[in-house]
């Protein structure tokens, strides 16, 4: 296979990777854990340590129960102008925003 041929096919498989991992909602365990990672420490900052609040609103379940999960992931893709809640889309896709978003609804992060 010719090498743009070969980049192309390989760029198809992951693309189709990416949307699976989407349409189901399931990532990688290493990535779920490391997306907790990052919302216990870098989230934490604002939100409290135990995501109880602080800078930024609380994220538990009770906190986000009228919220529907797409409502959640576009705020942590986009942020909130006009606050400190900054956007992370190109850090994070948009997948894994709403995996997150799922997480926190779910009490799953703790």
């Known amino acids: 296979m010719r090498p743009l041929a070969h980049s192309l096919a390989l760029a ?6 990416g949307a699976a991992w989407a349409h189901a909602g399931e990532l990688p365990a290493a990535r779920e854990s490391a997306l907790s990672y990052l919302v216990r420490q870098d989230c934490g900052a604002c939100h ?11 994220l538990l379940p009770e906190a986000l129960k009228e ?22 889309r190109g850090l994070l896709s948009g997948a894994e925003a709403r995996w997150i978003a799922r997480a926190l609804k779910e009490g799953r992060i703790q």
């Open 12 to 17: 198809a498989v992951l693309a189709g990777v």
């Open 48 to 58: 409290g340590m135990t995501l109880k609040g602080g800078l930024g609103r609380a």
């Open 67 to 88: 919220a529907d999960v797409e409502s959640v992931a576009r705020i942590i893709l986009d942020g909130v102008p006009g606050t400190p809640m900054p956007p992370w």
